[in-house]
């Protein structure tokens, strides 16, 4: 059987990547307004993180993947933000074999934190908090969030860093969550509702053996900047 030749002729579109709590919920509010402007550009699921395992957990990353590349040969393409820890999967690096190649047409977009201690810092209130406080839309709901301090924060500082390497990998226009100014839609910054030290620290976490952790791997991650 010939190979198949894809071509495809759709109008450049925003591709947000980004991490988990680079801020890219806030992020992509924005450019999720832009890409809709097209008539071409659909949404795949109302919520942002299409490819996210918990989001249609029936369908398969392999499968999703399948979707968007049939859909773009009909003339369709979709919008939703990306986390490269979901394209660089144990089994399959989905973010050089499939994303840069999919998407070469279009602007990507790279979301980083310049205070990477803030970042760990949000990361870890997740683990603590079975990541139901990200994407706060009711500030009320952050504030009684109960934290399970049984969670080990040395991994999970592991995952954290092996998720910064990642995107410190990826190519693009690269943005600082920080340098950023536009006014919040529909979250809200959940760093400006929640002292994550102090409320910690007020659970009995040892923050200072966790910060001499996270030294030691700031020191010998891969990509550090």
Known sequence: MAARIIIYNLSIMKVLIG?????????????????????????????AEFLNPDIMPEISLAGKIDFLIQEKE?????????????????DYDYYNNWFKDFY???????????????WALSFMWQEL??????????????RIININTNVNLK????????????LDTVEGNV????????PF???HKLSDI????????????????????????????????
């Open 74 to 90: 009909k003339g369709i393409n979709y919008t939703f933000k990306h986390h490269i820890n979901y394209l660089m999967t144990p």
């Open 129 to 142: 908090a079975d990541w139901k406080t990200a994407g706060i839309v009711d500030i009320s709901t952050a």
């Open 19 to 47: 991490g988990p709590r680079t801020g890219s919920s806030y992020v992509y509010e924005h450019i999720d307004i832009t890409n809709l402007k097209d008539p071409t550009v659909r949404k795949p699921h109302p919520k």
């Open 155 to 166: 991994k999970s500082l592991d995952q954290f860093f092996d998720i910064k390497d990642q």
């Open 104 to 118: 070469k047409e279009d602007e990507i977009i790279v979301l980083k934190r310049r205070d990477i201690w803030k």
């Open 194 to 225: 929640i002292n994550y030290e102090e409320k910690m620290q007020q659970a009995g976490i040892n923050l200072e053996e966790i910060g001499e952790y996270y030294e030691k791997k700031k020191a010998s991650t891969t990509y550090y900047s």
């Open 175 to 182: 943005i600082f969550y920080e340098d950023l100014d536009f």
């Open 185 to 187: 839609s529909k979250f």
